[in-house]
């Protein structure tokens, strides 16, 4: 009979084993195969906070203001945004409109949307001051560089970003604005807008005066001319369109980019899971994955949050999202927006 000091050391040992053995197949699930890298998929990408909802009002037809408070919030620059996390799930984003040296509160604004995917119609219609939401961020893919003279261009909410730009410009600037809107009373902050362009503001309500000359706007711009642009896809193009040689332009867009050649089908491949798919031109990959992985994380479906990045291994992306940097765009794509531009694309998956 076994004495009980052996069969002691021979417990201890087998229970040292079977720990090893689960630390080894956490690290790769395939073992005795090599551990694969972890997926990017999920990871946050800002730290998230808890705010208080102190006001929830109207400032224009269809556009609500939100104030967020909160204690030692992050800093923020002019152009900066959050990500809002509705109660119902969704994430949106929203340009910061208020004082960037306000540390207690931030305040964005969002118009309704009638025919959108229901983020906007939730912050307008369920959202009530007293609630408590999450926001993400602050980040800023949309910042105010330093240039020898400016033109703003804003369309509707597009004034938003903008807004805290022509605070911040110190006494002396050359800077000139065009801010349009269906009508004058669904244009937010007009009356301060007003107030702070004067006679360098150049006011176009469709209704009254007819689509905004872009061509008589860049006239004469001087060289070096940071012209920043923020609002609807077409107002973005005529800018991109009647951009003027020597000006850089600066883009804030509210939706995915659009390919100016449509989308194709192509072949995707998950190699973690060994499964080959087709992406048709009608589908995001986000769609086609979640078919063959209903699992897989994403939350904003338009390329902001960063929430579906995936591991790009073969093939070449047609990126499309508004978050990424050119090193992360090596070797990685966010999978609800950006296609392939190559016939066949292998993922991390």
């Known amino acids: 009979m076994p004495k009980p000091r052996t069969v002691a050391l021979v417990a201890g040992a087998a229970l040292l084993a079977r720990r090893a053995l689960r630390r080894r197949v956490k690290a790769s699930p395939l073992w005795p195969l090599p551990a694969l890298d972890p997926p990017l998929s999920g990871r946050p990408r800002s730290r998230a906070l808890r705010l208080l909802l102190t006001a929830h009002e109207s400032v224009a037809e269809g556009v609500v203001q939100l104030r967020l408070?909160?204690?030692g919030l992050p800093r923020w620059e002019p152009g900066a945004h959050l990500d809002l996390v509705l109660p119902s799930g969704l994430v949106r984003q929203y340009s910061l409109c208020g004082d960037p040296g306000d540390t207690s509160s931030y305040t964005v604004a969002t118009r309704l949307v009638e025919d959108g995917r229901g983020g906007s119609r939730e912050v307008h219609e369920q959202l009530a001051e007293g609630m408590e939401l999450e926001v993400r961020g602050p980040r800023n893919r949309f910042p105010l560089v330093d240039a020898p003279s400016y033109v703003f261009v804003a369309g509707g909410i597009g004034i938003t970003p903008i807004l805290p730009m022509l605070r911040a410009l110190p006494d002396g600037t050359d800077w000139r604005l065009l801010y349009g809107g269906r009508t004058r009373a669904s244009m937010p902050f007009l009356e301060e807008v007003r107030t702070l362009a004067g006679k360098r503001l150049t006011l176009v309500a469709e209704d009254e005066d007819g689509r905004p000359d872009l061509g008589a706007l860049f006239a004469r711009v001087p060289e070096g001319t940071a012209v920043y642009c923020c609002g609807p896809e077409g107002l973005m193009a005529a800018a991109e369109a009647h951009l003027p040689e020597g000006a850089t332009l600066h883009l804030e867009r509210f939706a995915p980019r659009a390919s100016a050649d449509g989308n194709t089908g192509f072949e995707l491949e998950l190699r973690r899971s060994g499964r080959t798919l087709t992406v048709p031109a009608d589908s995001?990959?986000?769609?086609?994955?979640?078919?063959?992985?209903p699992d897989t994380a994403y939350s904003c479906e338009q390329?902001?949050?960063?929430?579906?990045?995936?591991?790009?291994?073969?093939g070449e992306v047609?990126?499309?999202?508004?978050?990424?940097?050119?090193?992360?765009?090596?070797?990685?794509?966010?999978?609800?927006?950006s296609r392939a531009r190559s016939e066949r694309l292998v993922l991390d998956l």
């Open 69 to 71: 408070e909160g204690r």
């Open 284 to 293: 995001t990959v986000l769609a086609a994955v979640r078919r063959a992985l």
């Open 303 to 314: 390329g902001f949050c960063g929430t579906c990045q995936q591991r790009v291994l073969e």
């Open 318 to 337: 047609d990126h499309r999202d508004e978050l990424l940097t050119d090193a992360e765009r090596t070797d990685s794509m966010l999978i609800c927006v």
